[in-house]
């Protein structure tokens, strides 16, 4: 039997219950969302980077690269290529508002199973592509996919995890975003070398989890708060208790009642977003995602094999170095799954500024004396010293900014404004991982190794921002945040009191 857990701590609410295999059924399926997402990430910059591909849609930089030696910081810049890797992102950014309407109207479950459905055609589209119009408009399908995937399971992982764990179940999501990525990088290993049309196969794979959340989805359930939102307040008892394993959920069920008697009071959750009020967790859940694409993190998730090809790899050396990145990026959500409810949020943000400031400050610097635009290669003992870094630099990210940009917005927001809220917080990761992954291969053309310090730059910034204004919600739970994190934010300087006195 599953141990018996309090679940709140100090002076939180101790609502009782147990960790379900239910729950863990639940979370599993709905975290196949993030491995859709992940896939995603992790193709493009593989697909990209293969002759056939380029030959078939991007001749033009099939040629140039036939002459890479010209400028090694240039040879992909073409701002066709990066649309293809970047629409999937603009139109996720549109659907995530679409998809917080479907999500508080209809509930998470529905709007993960519109995700897959989405995402299932775009994948036939791209894989099956004759013309590059059709592999645009595939990837437009997939983007409304994530757009969906990404606005529900977030928020489905947080009500349904027991408090005491929630960080933990939560971060299943961005687990599976880095499988999904390190799968991505393995198939497109093995796919580069099947001629003419590895790249379908690359692309087709991506169908595989989509299938999976599709049908896993009929076997889970809607969560209690969504369900009691929605008036089916008995259904939502009946949902809490199959989940916690227990008989007494009073507590728990009052809490999701109260928030519930709350939210239906705002009719227009929008506009209260928009309240001073609602002011600091809205901030909060833009720029932490801002702040987690400007540590630069996609550069190297969608264009590893072109980097690593950059400083002087070959392309097999090249993919299998971006394997490597791909493999420490999954272990290392380990160390945040592990640490996030026991050392809370705020240190492991701050732990991995100071980690992803210091290597992409020492690879800006490698690459800056030692790369020069032409004639120039560094040495192999070089080549293998940046992917060391950018291994350490990749850990960082993946136990703080990577999982934390989604946990701390999804558990932030009271109930009237979670959906609309959360909305924020997926476009904008869409809108800047769209405009990391389209400007990213011009930058890198353009400011060369000084796209390092740019990163670099953002880094501190996020963590002064972390250090002065991000308020620490391990052990709060989900629908006690206004009463325990925001009635208290104080009033001295570096508080959101002083804050909105100049926003
Ligand atoms: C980010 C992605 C990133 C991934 C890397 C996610 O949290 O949203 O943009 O590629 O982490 O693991």
New binding site residues.
Partial sequence: MAPVVVIGNGDMPEFEGRITVYVAVCVVIAAFGGLMF?YD?GISGGVTAMDDFLKKFFPAVYERKQHAHENNYCKYDNQYLQLFTSSLYLAALGASFVASKVCSKYGRKPTMQISSVFFMIGVALTAGGVNIEMVIIGRILLGCGVGFANQAVPLFLSELAPTKIRGALNISF?LF??IG?LIANLVNYWASNIHPYGWRISLGLAGIPALVLCFGSFAICETPTSLIERNKVEKGRKILRKIRGVDNVDDEFNSIVNACEMARQVKQPFRKLMKPASRPPLVIAILLQVF??FTG??AI?FYAPVLFQTVGFGNDAALLSSVITGAI?VLSTFVSIYLVDKAGRKILLLEACVQMLLTQGIIGGILMKDLKATDSYLSHGEAVFVVTLVCLFVMG??WSW??L??LIPSETFPLETRTAGFAFAVSS?MLF?FIIAQAFLSMLCHMQAGIFFFFAAWIVIMGLFTWFFLPETKGVPVDSMVEKVWNNIGSGPGSWVAMTRWV
Avoid: D, E, L
Wanted: net charge neutral.
């Fill in positions: 992940g990430i961005q975003i880095t990525i987690q694409q993190i996609n998730m990026n990210f993946a990577g999982p940009g989604w990761n991982t």
